[in-house]
């Protein structure tokens, strides 16, 4: 069984801010590692992933996640947020072919 | 590349009728595609699983009966919300995996069900 949690529904930030989203997972197999990104009435925008390899990943809209085994943590983090970054995270862990999600974060952008 | 894609966006249907969601892997074939339900301010859950020629697998407290799923080629997927209520009003959302992208999912952009 594999699970995931977000600790944080809504994290508020000002512009320009950095911002560091938390998720942690449990997991009794190996895992691939996925941050994504859903904006109103959208479907879901893969950020980035883990697969395997360097534990530091980077993904799109100046993004990164930092893979720690040893913490079952994989944070995501932004070093300066924009207005368009508002939207909801979620981040999601597959053992097998399946994809289990988080509860997601709504991240707020304050001008 | 990896675009899918879903039809309707949106649909509005009275109760007591049948709701057909088509979801289409673009420009890869899917061998696995996967059907998620998405409450307001929730997470995905997913519903089921479905690999082209075969039965879907749904996960369980899904009613196979009332989502019924299709998956009769390598690029289309579909979900029948047969009978609907307005308790079946919710955002669908489909993802597409196969071939050489088989590590991840690709998601289409869901389709919002409102049954009145």
């Known amino acids: 069984a594999q699970s995931v949690t977000q600790l944080d529904s809504q994290v508020p930030v000002f512009e320009e801010a950095p911002v560091e989203l938390r998720c942690n997972y449990s997991?009794?197999?190996?895992?691939?590692l996925f941050w994504y990104v859903q904006y109103p009435n959208q479907g879901l925008q893969l950020l980035l992933k883990?697969?395997?390899?360097?534990?530091l990943v980077k993904g799109i809209n100046g993004f990164e996640a930092e893979f720690n085994k040893s913490q079952t943590s994989f944070h995501l983090r932004k070093p300066s947020v924009h207005i368009s970054d508002t939207a909801e995270y979620f981040c999601?862990?597959?053992?097998?072919?399946?994809?289990?999600f988080g509860t997601g974060t709504r991240l707020t952008i304050i001008p | 590349g990896a675009v899918v894609s879903q039809h309707p966006s949106r649909v509005i249907c009275k109760s007591g009728t049948s709701v057909k969601i088509e979801c289409r892997s673009l420009?890869?074939?899917?061998?696995?595609m996967f059907w998620y339900r998405q409450f307001p301010k929730q997470s995905l859950m997913l519903m089921a699983t479905?690999?082209?020629?075969?039965?879907?697998?749904?996960e369980q407290g899904v009613e196979k009966d009332k989502f019924l799923i299709n998956h009769a080629s390598l690029t289309l997927s579909t979900l029948t919300v047969a009978s609907a209520h307005p308790e079946d009003s919710s955002f669908y959302i489909c993802?597409?995996?196969?071939?050489?992208?088989?590590?991840?999912?690709?998601f289409g952009p869901g389709t919002r069900l409102t049954v009145t």
């Open positions: 993802s597409a995996r196969g071939g050489a992208l088989s590590n991840e999912q690709y």
């Open positions: 883990y697969l395997s390899g360097s534990t």
């Open positions: 420009d890869f074939q899917a061998t696995t």
């Open positions: 479905s690999n082209e020629g075969s039965k879907a697998t749904y």
């Open positions: 997991s009794s197999v190996s895992v691939y």
């Open positions: 999601a862990v597959s053992g097998n072919e399946k994809l289990t």
